[in-house]
């Protein structure tokens, strides 16, 4: 399978020399076409600081970040957001959707920030909007969305632009548990259309939808495990494992 | 005290954000003291004392536009006050409930406003004095009077006056805010923050619908100020075509606010285009909340355009003027035959003395008070004029008076005409070095410069109107009137004088003798020796029995308009401006406040990935629309106001309009441009501040 994401070695220090605090440390994996990863953690494991120096939102100590065989650790300026607009899809907890603008012309933005011709915006939504179920929200404002459908506007515009990988940052955080439930349906399923899916949280739940849960611990990994031919139900059990395994924290989020 | 220093901190905290505020503040402060100081700069100068009157007057009346301006910044301070105070909600909601009173958060801004209070006075009071000293060179200049000797001026009185109104305009702001917190419920200013905005769209069907009937009234008003001009008699209507403009103006921007938006919806090309959508719903989200404030400015610089434009017209017209309409030193004039008048003449206020002795041309009139007038000049003209009840304005309109009667009912059409003779005019003609003219025995021709009335006269020349008098009958030469004067003065006043030939006239009906001549020195002191001493003469006991000549002399003509234009100028000016600067930082501070709101949406885009430049370009095309909507409109009312004005200042001339024209736009250029650009910077400046997300 083609690799399309590799992280290789990178390091995330924070602080000034006296007080240093490695957020990632040495940290390596790789992520292949069309897989749906999760990544667990308790909050402060380093979790958060991973997705953005991915998303190239913020920036590496040391180390290197493929994707797609670019380093994106050596982009600069107009050429990360470039990147950011072509070759990733963002999904955040607070959706982060414009509210004045409807959910079209929300999911629109991505495109046309990129120069794509109006028609062609009109098909590609049309499309999306069916896979996700939310042909019925189109015109609506953001103020007159529930928060599941918000974040299925979210993913819509996430996942419109063909992006080589898809970034999840806790995409279920502000959902009530139905909303979740249909959320990551939709996304297990466009993961089954052949979307690469990264996503970070800290919920169990959510984490028993991806195909591997990478588990994080003070900036390390800590253990990795592959849903393989297991249910749904059976992968669940095998986190929680884990969960508890890691202790801490995270066992709060159960 | 924590209190003192919760404020301190907090202005330290927003003076980023409302650098704008301040500025605008301190820029208020300064001009008020400006303008209220001119006098003290007048001091240094070498003006004569009609001069010194004019000014006088000119403080006078600039003290009086200075009421209007304390309340147009007091209006302006607490605006923006209110919309600060809206901004920090929920950092009072905070502090209300950690359980301070509300009486100790009033007190908290109470120093708040206090401080920023002392802060812009004094710094707006050092700049004011700063600026007064380069006001010096202008005022000098406009007086056409020499510094005698340059010196720091300082007004104490303008002082004492710019800190005592400021001071009841802040006085007025704390109150204000103590009781507007006061009203405040703590769930409201908690959530006030969380509040979600509902966007709705207005009903294209109706804005279109509203749009074309504003813009029908709007065209409405145009065309009153402009073609039914003549219809406005009185000062009352007037009122209508400006109630129409302002109410069409408000409707316009309503209804536009709901029409551009869709109109670009319906253009999906455009529409999609980059970041046009998102540009385009800032706008629209709201202009929903901003058409007031819009109709407010433009209103606003409409007015500014109009009142710099047409100041500066007055000005530079009159300045023109005077090389042409007063081409000579003095003109003496006096009233003869006036017995023949007496009623009229008593009803103006003349004694039967000075009725009775009438008879005696401006030479004699001088000898009887010992003066000989003709030893200051160094060559001098003698003319007459004559005047019969038989030729008034109704003669000469002939069959023509009924209908300009009706169009316009309120001339005084039973004044008797001016008539003099041909060769006299040519006399004046060629000491003025104007036209002269030739006519034959039966001809007649009108010499008139003030256009309202060569328009009417001409109605009446071109249908070939033939006069009778003292019993010729004469018929016009030209069938329009032609350029010319008598009397000297800084406008073009000459409503019209009847020239005959020579042997027609009866020498009965003399009215009028004139002497006017040129001095023998050319010193200005000289000069105004001269004239002083005959203005003294007035005061002598003789002229109780004999009406001394009354004389326009250059100097003195000169003088009025110069100090005239030097009023009109800054009071123009100071209008204009401090108008300009409230309009321009209402718009700022309106899009700098809303900045945390963009703060999140630009966040956002550049998550999903868009350059700086579009970003920026957006943020541009944003604020830009914002200034330029109400220009553009005020742009075109003022083509209209200004139409209007040239019209009402028609006696002044508009030669001159289109350097004033110029001037005004730079005036605008630079202050509201200025503004445009800082709340740009400061804009692009807070959402810069998360670049590093």
Known sequence: MENILKVDKIEKYYGSRSSLTKAIDNLSFEVEKGEFVAIMGASGSGKTTLLNCIGAIDKVTSGHIFVGGFDITKLKGNELNRFRREELGFIFQDFNLLDTLTAYENIALALSIQGISASIIEQKIKKVAEELDIKDVLNKYPYQMSGGQKQRVASARAIITDPKLVLADEPTGALDSKSSKMLLEKLEFLDGLGATILMVTHDAFTASYARRVIFIKDGKIFKEIHKGKDTRKEFFDKIIDVVTLLGGDLNDAL | MMLCKLSLENIKKSIKDYAIYFFTLILGVAIFYVFNALDSQTVMMDVSSSTQDIIELMMTMLSGVSVFVSFILGFLIIYASRFLIKRRN?????????????????????????????????????????????????????????????AFVFSSSAFIKTIIYFSVMYLLVMIFNTYSLSKCKLIDLLNGAKKTEKIKLKNPYLCMLIFIISCFVLGRAYYIVTHDFLTLQEVTDILKPIIMGAVSTFFIFWSLS????RIAMGIKKFYYKGLNSFTLRQFSSKINTTVFSSTIIC??????????????????????????????????????????????????????????????????????????????????????????????????????????????????????ETIMKISDYNKVAKFYGIPEYSLNHDEYLIVADFKSMVNIRNVALSNGEEISLFGHTLKPKYDTCQDGFLEMSSQHINTGIILVSDDIIDEEYL?????????????????????????????????????????????????????????????????????LISSAAILGLKELSESSDNKERFKTLRKIGTDEKMLDKALFRQIAIFFLLPLILALIHSIFGILFAVKVLEVFGNEQLLPSIITTAIIIVIIYGGYFLITYYCSKNIIKNERDL
């Open chain 2, 90 to 150: 929920k950092e009072f909601g905070i502090y209300l409930t950690l359980g301070m009173s509300k009486r100790k958060i009033s007190l908290i801004l109470f120093f708040e406003t206090l401080l920023i209070g002392i802060i812009s006075l004094l710094v707006g009071l050092g700049l004011g004095v700063l600026l007064s000293q380069a006001m010096s060179l202008v005022v000098a200049n406009m007086f056409e009077a020499n510094l005698t000797k340059f």
């Open chain 2, 258 to 261: 709901g029409l551009i938006l």
């Open chain 2, 299 to 416: 209103l606003m610089l409409f007015i500014t355009i109009c009142l710099l434009s047409s100041c500066l017209t007055i000005k530079n017209s009159m300045n023109a003027n005077i090389k042409e309409l007063a081409p000579v030193d003095a003109m003496f004039t006096v009233n003869i035959n006036m017995d023949k008048y007496y009623d009229e003449y008593r009803n103006y206020g003349y004694n039967d003395f000075q009725i009775k002795n009438s008879h005696y041309t401006v030479k004699e009139k001088f000898e009887l008070f010992d003066l000989d007038i003709l030893s200051y000049f160094k060559d001098y003209i003698e003319v007459n004029t004559y005047a019969t009840p038989d030729l008034t304005l109704n003669h000469t309109l002939g069959s023509r008076l009924d209908s300009i009667r009706t169009q316009f009912p309120f001339l005084a059409y039973d004044t008797m």
């Open chain 2, 511 to 579: 009215v009028q003798n004139c002497l006017i001549g040129n001095y023998k020195t050319t010193d200005r002191k000289e000069i105004t020796k001269i004239e002083n001493h005959i203005n003294q003469l007035d005061k002598s006991s003789k002229a109780n029995e004999y009406l001394l000549p009354s004389g326009s002399t250059k100097l003195a003509i000169q003088e009025a308009t110069i100090g005239l234009s030097a009023m009109v100028t800054f009071i123009g000016l100071y209008l204009g401006i401090i108008f």
